[in-house]
């Protein structure tokens, strides 16, 4: 399956709840566009979580483009499929990986968010690369997370740093990243334990496993990934905020994007947060995380 298939697999739910939607809207012989025309498009654009801002702002370029005018559907979907483009342009290099030593990539999010499975996709994408990765679990509060990981990482043949249950996360990182420099490892991994954003004592232990890793090596956390679940919508944005204050965040995986019809989540993001979406998940498998670029993913939810 290509990548555009997949993408559009993924969006199954926002596809056929937009063209459902926009079917409703055309009549066979073209739509004069009018403000309760207008108006409807709005509540369309809406119903996939791209937040009011962005929804206006594509409603009233197809306003100054056609208003007043008869016109068919494929006129309207591409002037919005045109704004949207614009709306999550970003930087095309997903991973920035350093010249020398391991790149370390450290992992966040809230519980329940998909991230240990991010992780195992992750790896699967730089091991597909000829790259070799060390994984840590830094997340020794839930035994489960670390079972997890470590079956993740003999199935995928990544090497894999754990400690004791309850053991200090930082401790855990600090070996990850000194056995990465140890076996001149590509990728260094950096699992964290799932955590609501407004717990601050443990937003502060992030702050601790940022802080330990850049003392290792130079510049690191190269890259701070916050996974963030599609379903929760808007959710996320806040999500995003509070973590990126604490440690940085350079990116997002936008997961279970499969399970939702508000796909429309990834332009709210890109408007109201300067963080790119460096990876979407289309499915459960180990290959289904796809780098994430607007056009194929506009292109993707308004296919017909």
């Not at 566009?33 to 654009?45: A, G, T």
């Not at 332009?267 to 780098?291: F, H, M, N, Q, T």
Request: aromatic content about 4%; overall charge neutral; proline content about 3%.
């Amino acid at each position: 399956m290509g990548i555009f298939d997949k993408i559009k697999q993924g969006l199954a739910k926002t596809v056929r709840l937009l063209n459902t939607d926009i079917r409703d809207l055309f009549k066979s012989g073209g739509q004069l566009v009018d403000e309760q025309f207008l108006d409807k498009l709005f509540e369309m654009l809406i119903k996939t979580d791209m937040g009011v801002t962005s929804a206006q702002d594509t409603v009233d370029e197809v306003r100054v483009q056609y208003r007043g005018r008869v016109v068919q559907m494929a006129d309207v979907l591409e002037v919005i499929k045109v704004k949207l483009k614009l709306l999550m342009a970003q930087p095309e290099e997903p991973i920035r990986f350093v010249t020398s030593g391991p790149t370390v990539v450290m992992v966040c999010g809230v519980n329940g968010c998909g991230k240990t499975t991010s992780i195992a996709k992750l790896t699967s994408t730089f091991l597909a690369d000829g790259k070799r990765v060390v994984l840590g679990a830094a997340d020794t509060f839930r035994a489960a997370a670390t079972e997890q990981l470590t079956i993740w990482a003999q199935r995928l043949g990544a090497e894999i740093v754990v400690g004791p249950a309850g053991s200090d996360p930082a401790s855990v990182a600090h070996q990850a990243v000194a056995k990465a420099i140890e076996t001149r490892a590509d990728v260094c991994i950096i699992d964290t334990a799932g955590r609501l954003q407004t717990q601050q004592n443990l937003m502060r232990e992030l702050e601790k496993i940022h802080r330990v890793i850049g003392k290792q090596v130079p510049d690191a956390p190269h890259e701070v990934i916050l996974v963030l679940d599609a379903t929760t919508g808007q959710n996320g944005i806040s999500q995003a905020k509070h973590f990126t204050e604490i440690v940085k965040c350079t990116g997002i995986i936008l997961t279970k994007l499969d399970g939702t019809a508000k796909g429309g989540v990834v332009v709210a993001i890109r408007r109201l947060i300067d963080l790119p979406v460096k990876y979407i998940g289309v499915g459960e498998s180990a290959d289904d995380l796809v780098v994430f670029e607007p056009a194929p993913f506009v292109d993707a939810m308004f296919e017909q």
